[in-house]
């Protein structure tokens, strides 16, 4: 209790020494580089994104311990959306046009970056976005760490069809643009795999639903029907707390429904005694549990940092690590933190990632990742039951929907396009 | 003579016992060997692993094999060998996984988990059941003879005839009837067997024997086929009655929360008239309240835990009660008669107070345990009924009662009805108006916190819990009727009651939005609500 209090007041100095800093640092000048991060301080999106603010401030002390970046410190200026989609982009333009930031890290939710795009489209300036999403884009100003749908939905429903034998799928999701993109290409994808129609239900759900009585006994009721049954859920964060808890009431054990989630992580646990859940999944490229050299050093900088020593780290963390990191490493390849040097710098950049191996940035602006499958443990964390063989490269267009299966990305010269359709041989097509 | 038989029977004697000595001394050895080999051995050679402890039939691999299940099998780094790492007090210590000797306190950090995943739990949980179907406990049997319900392992059929010759409880002997009949589906015993299973199986009608009649529909022909199909037909049908009851069940339910959520409302708004947008954040306040009794009592006094729930309810009443009276002195009362500013001082305010308990306990999930009381379900008919759930619909009840006892017998409830009733005619009579205001809006206030200790069982604990519960709420107070209470309890229980039946059919988004578009049509019907007050009091 005293440790988060303190942590949070040490937050919230940092978060006034950032924004003072930023309001001198306009007129102070060209000794230091200016990172931006957009992430909501307050408001319901708080609660996931004020953590990453947390893990960019320590990679920037870090990076400045380390010598700091072309001679120069770096410095952040941390701004609060307060998950008002709109004040996105108004605090996108006040980074980048008055801050002048040499790049932001930031965004969660898909409709922020909807918000964002044409104000780093306009202002030419390197977004990163750093959190798993939907796929179904690539911007020439965007950098994306976080896993596309080919990097956790599918390796997951490749997981439970050929290990735990199922055959029949609840597609359970919240009610807006991620669950609802990433369950098409799903059942596209169990549709060509030949699973019937009849063995597949889709739920939606609103946001913050908090009454999940008839939806798990629908759950159950579908899964009684003589063939092994799994849910897939795209549950947005605050709906899976009563989500779980209405699962282990009714008594629904992973060994007969499991669950597998892609927005489960160790963060959201903390809020469920997890004893009842042991053995439901979730897929991601990172794990806190993950035995690797990288991973214990961060974890240890990262509990130091936010001086509690029981603070977990997460997937998109990872992807924060990797982001940044490969923003340093382009920045010095390219020699300047002017964005088109860096953005033309930043395609074939490697760096380690926390899993024991190296992410490389590709052409469409994803980048390179393993997939992990974990069992929730009564420990609140995961146990890594199964791994991808390699590394996925992120897909930004999918090849299960009809609209994008055509389109590809490449942003080097001289195709330079975010949707080249291979099957007309033009640039452009749905989407951006 | 004599004498030499003495000396041949000792003899013998002697060399039974070695010989048994040693066979025991053979087996305990095997039996450690595969336990051994399951530390290095990946999934699919645990598995067989475990078969082979299951073809040994042997009951003393069951510690073993739980703990493998549990997750409390580790390997002890130091020296490689595998123990069953038990929790005591704060620390662990060490068991041996065949003898059960007691090897001391471990280290956590010094033990490597030897790790499952759910198929091996389901393998474990099979063939735990089948050897533990002799077992001298009853609740063992039962959990085995659930387990091979579950597991249907043919394999078991012999252990399982055995079991149920023995069986003395009835209620476990069903259970086992249930399970080798299943497990007869399983073969291709002569047709007759398997009919009469289908009917041990049809008689249970449950969802459990639905998908296990399913299955053998899909594999089996001829008159088992069509046998089961008749049955699944059957339970469907008596399925279908039920969930009406559970239906309405979930209503019930739902219309409890909203009850528990609105009724701190009913007061401030209903009563008072203050458009209070920061009472979810009383009830935010008093989830905040059990977290830290919790986290108190988890450091301190664990034994407590399971009455943490009570000690938290006082203190959240008083708690949220108190901020409700420093709100009501001190913003409120200045803006009484301007509606608009009030709602969107109380607007500002609640964001306030977000913020506050944002920066205070950060942004993430704060874990509220449930009480042991609370955990788990019971099954009723068909009905399974979650006591979570119960207890909560006990609470609202009981909540509601107390409050309208408050209001209808008390020398404060008087006062507070005859000041919101006609002011200055109470201020004439000698009642401190202003203190009664501030009382009032305090008990709505602590009303709401007490609700918060309840909405901690069921939902996050987050700065923004309040958040999703002040529409609900106002809708409730509103189509119930402005100042009833009376109104409020049906509001609530009928508001949940529909959402729940329109929920299955238009799923639950458009449940809520035909909620919604319901209430609106009422109130253009009824602009007072379900439950109006008449009078001049209401007129003015």
Known sequence: MKAHFRTNLVAAAALVAGTLFGAQAASAADDTIKVGILHSLSGTMAISETTLKDVMLMLIEQQNAKGGLLGKKLEAVVVDPASNWPLFAEKARELIAGQKVSAVFGCWTSVSRKSVLPVFEELNSVLFYLVQYEGEESQRNVFYTGAAPNQQAIPAVDYLRDVEGVKRWVLAGTDYVYPRTTNKVLETYLKDSGVPAEDIMINYTPFGHSDWQTIVAEIKKFGSAGKKTAVVSTINGDANVPFYKELANQGIKAQDIPVVAFSVGEEELAGIDTGPLVGHLAAWNYFMSVPAPENAEFIKSWQAFTKNAKRVSNDPMEAHYIGFNMWVKAVEKAGTVAPDAVIDALIGVAVPNLTGGYSAMMPNHHITKPVLIGEIQDNGQFDVVWKTSGLVPGDAWSDFLPDSKDLIADWRKPMSCGNFNVATGKCGGKGS | ?540
């Open chain 2, 1 to 540: 003579m004599p004498f030499g038989i003495t000396l041949r029977r000792i003899v013998l004697a002697v060399a039974l016992a070695v010989v048994g000595a040693s066979g025991v001394g053979a087996h305990a050895d095997t039996l450690r060997a595969r336990i051994d080999a399951l530390a290095t051995a990946d999934f699919a050679a645990k598995e067989a692993i475990i078969n082979e402890l299951a073809a040994a039939g042997d009951a003393e691999a069951v510690p073993a094999l739980t703990a493998l299940g549990n997750g409390d099998l580790q390997v002890r780094k130091t020296d490689g060998k595998v123990i069953i790492a038990v929790r005591d007090g704060n620390s662990y210590k060490a068991i041996d996984p065949v003898s059960a000797a007691d090897l001391g306190p471990v280290d956590r950090a010094a033990l490597d988990k030897i790790r499952v995943n759910n198929n091996l739990r389901r393998v474990i949980s099979a063939v735990v059941g089948s050897l533990t179907l002799r077992s001298k406990d009853p609740s063992v049997r039962r959990a085995a003879a659930d387990a091979v319900f579950k597991s249907r392992d043919a394999s078991a059929l012999d252990v399982l005839d055995e079991a149920i010759a023995a069986e003395t409880d009835n209620g476990i002997r069903r259970r086992m009837v249930l399970a080798r009949a299943a497990a007869i589906l399983q073969t291709n015993r002569p047709e007759p067997d398997r009919l009469a299973a289908i009917a041990v199986v049809a008689e249970h009608g449950n969802q459990d024997a639905k998908d296990l009649l399913s299955s053998v529909a899909a594999s089996a022909d001829g008159e088992v086929k069509r046998k089961a199909t008749a049955s699944i037909a059957l339970i469907e049908q008596s399925l279908a009655m039920w969930s009406v009851g559970q239906n309405i069940w979930y209503g019930l339910s739902l219309g409890s929360v909203l009850l528990l959520a609105a009724i701190g409302l009913a007061i401030t708004f209903g009563v008072m008239g203050v458009i209070n947008m920061a009472h979810g954040e009383m009830v935010m306040i008093g989830a905040y309240v059990t977290f830290m009794v919790q986290e108190v009592i988890r450091t301190s006094a664990p034994a407590l835990f399971d009455v943490s729930l009570l000690i938290a309810l006082p203190l959240a009443f008083l708690t949220a009660g108190a901020v409700g009276v420093v709100i009501e002195r001190g913003i409120i009362r200045w803006l009484y008669g301007r509606p608009l500013e009030t709602l969107l001082a109380t607007w500002g305010l609640s964001l306030v107070l977000q913020q506050a308990v944002r920066s205070i306990f950060g942004p993430t999930n704060r874990e509220v345990g449930a009480p042991s009381w609370m955990s788990g379900a019971f099954e009723l008919g068909g009905l399974t009924l979650t006591y979570g759930r119960v207890w909560i619909i006990v609470f609202a009840i009981a909540v509601f009662i107390l409050l309208l006892v408050v209001l209808k017998r008390t020398a404060f409830g008087l006062q507070m009805r005859a000041v919101t009733q006609n002011r200055r005619m109470a201020s004439s009579m000698g009642i401190r108006t202003t203190w009664v205001d501030a009382l009032t809006f305090g008990l709505g206030s602590g009303v709401a916190g007490i609700a918060g200790v309840a909405l901690s069982q069921i939902d996050n604990v987050s700065p923004n819990l309040g958040q999703s519960y002040i529409i609900d709420s106002f809708m409730v107070v509103v189509f119930g009727g402005v100042g009833n209470l009376w109104g409020t309890l049906v509001g609530a229980l009928t508001l949940g009651v529909v959402n729940k039946f329109l929920e299955p059919y238009a799923g639950a988004v458009l449940g809520k939005i035909l909620v919604l578009v319901f209430i609106i049509l009422f109130i253009q019907k009824r602009p007072r609500g379900m439950f109006a007050l008449k009078g001049r009091a209401v007129e003015s």
